[in-house]
Structure formats: C-alpha cells, structure tokens
C-alpha cells in the first residue's frame, strides 16, 4: 500500500518539479541575458 501511495505521490510530483525546473532555468537565461 506505501509503495501506491509513494508511486502517486511521485507521480503527482513530477510535473510539479518539472514546471519548477523550467522555470528556474528561464529565470537563469533571462538574468544571463539581463547582463
């Protein structure tokens, strides 16, 4: 049963992380380009 919930938790979090991810990295290449 904690292996479900941990696969959908994870699951659920991976988009998250994902959006996260590419936000930081267009926040890098505005402020290398801001320079």
Known sequence: ???AVAERASRQCSPLLASGLEFFWVW???I???R
């Open 1 to 3: 049963a904690r292996d």
């Open 28 to 30: 890098s290449l505005a």
């Open 32 to 34: 290398a380009f801001a």
